[in-house]
């Protein structure tokens, strides 16, 4: 009965999306743009760009994603993600009424949903170690012929053809500015900067634009460009001290989730006692939201080590 119940739910939502002719690209779209809106009045913006009041669990979580998929340049993948988002919400909640556990299904359907944000959170990790591991190549290889010819337009051209993506595209467009729209050399390193998202290569522009002035903060360079090599000996021992601990978590987290089967065929009375009585069904939202709380704060504290200036 409750999954024919579920089926004319679903029925009925998909007749009220033909009805109303919305995609549901379109209500995800605009759901997250109501949920990430700002402030409406000037006291509430001030105290969040002020920081005296703190942005909401989930909108914390949707703005971080558009500021990840921005940085790789996938913004438009956004709407996916949410329409993603949203189906595994509604998956959760079909899941708990499923199980008819009622106390489940904020937890399942507030969990489920914020899985894609975690994924995207995950790939930055990685996408802003390959930048950095890039970078080092780049700036270094930069810096020798810099400190050589002392002018960067001849420094990047001949090594232009040894970087690579993401990098690469960075100083290509920084020469055809230079050579073909405007040869101010300090204001191309000023439109360069944000164009990579890394507090040394920002401090590295900086000294390379006070070098234009004086030659002789050339020297200040390559201490810059070390910062980079040094972080990335202290991302491989964090790596190194937190697999153990992170590989005891999945294995404590599969245990616990293996237990729920395992139970009914090892006593069929506690397997009822757990899935069907109030105590035990708001013991498994307890435990789901112990589960879905650690695994947010496993990826917040394992996220690498960046130079901050």
């Given at each position: 009965m409750t999954l024919l119940q579920l089926i004319a739910c679903v029925g009925m939502t998909a007749g009220a999306f033909l009805l109303f002719q919305i995609s549901p690209m379109q209500f995800t779209d605009g759901l997250f743009r109501f949920l990430t809106r700002k402030p409406k009045n000037i006291r509430d913006e001030i105290n969040e760009v002020t920081k005296r009041k703190k942005r909401s669990f989930l909108r914390r979580e949707i703005i971080e994603t558009q500021k990840v998929l921005a940085m790789t340049g996938q913004s438009e993948r956004f709407p996916m993600v949410c329409m993603v988002s949203l189906l595994l919400f509604v998956l959760g909640v079909c899941v708990a009424i499923l199980m008819q556990n009622g106390f489940l299904i904020p937890v399942l359907a507030l969990g489920l949903m914020l899985l894609p944000f975690w994924q995207i959170r995950l790939t930055s990790v990685h996408y802003r170690r390959n930048v950095a591991a890039e970078l080092e190549t780049a700036l270094s290889i930069i810096t020798t012929a810099y400190l050589r010819h002392e002018d960067i337009l001849t420094a990047v051209e001949e090594n232009i053809d040894y970087l690579n993506p993401?990098?690469?595209?960075?100083?290509?467009?920084?020469?055809?500015?230079?050579?073909?729209?405007?040869?101010?050399?300090?204001?191309?390193?000023?439109?360069?900067?944000?164009?990579?998202?890394?507090?040394?290569?920002?401090?590295?522009?900086?000294?390379?634009?006070?070098?234009?002035?004086?030659?002789?903060?050339?020297?200040?360079?390559?201490?810059?460009?070390?910062?980079?090599?040094?972080?990335?000996?202290?991302n491989a021992e964090l790596d190194y001290l937190v697999a153990e601990p992170r590989k005891e978590f999945a294995m404590m987290v599969l245990l616990v989730i293996g237990n729920i089967p395992i139970l009914y065929f090892l006593n069929k009375d506690w397997y009822a006692a757990l899935m069907f009585t109030p105590v035990g069904q708001g013991t498994l939202a307890v435990c789901a939201a112990v589960i879905f709380f650690s695994v947010a704060r496993v990826i917040r504290l394992t996220k690498p080590?960046?130079?901050?200036?």
């Amino acid at each position: 009965m409750t999954l024919l119940q579920l089926i004319a739910c679903v029925g009925m939502t998909a007749g009220a999306f033909l009805l109303f002719q919305i995609s549901p690209m379109q209500f995800t779209d605009g759901l997250f743009r109501f949920l990430t809106r700002k402030p409406k009045n000037i006291r509430d913006e001030i105290n969040e760009v002020t920081k005296r009041k703190k942005r909401s669990f989930l909108r914390r979580e949707i703005i971080e994603t558009q500021k990840v998929l921005a940085m790789t340049g996938q913004s438009e993948r956004f709407p996916m993600v949410c329409m993603v988002s949203l189906l595994l919400f509604v998956l959760g909640v079909c899941v708990a009424i499923l199980m008819q556990n009622g106390f489940l299904i904020p937890v399942l359907a507030l969990g489920l949903m914020l899985l894609p944000f975690w994924q995207i959170r995950l790939t930055s990790v990685h996408y802003r170690r390959n930048v950095a591991a890039e970078l080092e190549t780049a700036l270094s290889i930069i810096t020798t012929a810099y400190l050589r010819h002392e002018d960067i337009l001849t420094a990047v051209e001949e090594n232009i053809d040894y970087l690579n993506p993401p990098v690469r595209r960075v100083f290509a467009e920084f020469l055809t500015r230079l050579k073909l729209v405007d040869p101010d050399v300090e204001t191309a390193i000023e439109d360069m900067k944000p164009k990579i998202q890394n507090d040394v290569f920002h401090e590295w522009c900086d000294a390379i634009s006070s070098c234009q002035y004086d030659r002789n903060l050339k020297t200040t360079l390559t201490p810059i460009v070390n910062n980079l090599s040094d972080t990335r000996t202290v991302n491989a021992e964090l790596d190194y001290l937190v697999a153990e601990p992170r590989k005891e978590f999945a294995m404590m987290v599969l245990l616990v989730i293996g237990n729920i089967p395992i139970l009914y065929f090892l006593n069929k009375d506690w397997y009822a006692a757990l899935m069907f009585t109030p105590v035990g069904q708001g013991t498994l939202a307890v435990c789901a939201a112990v589960i879905f709380f650690s695994v947010a704060r496993v990826i917040r504290l394992t996220k690498p080590i960046e130079y901050k200036r």
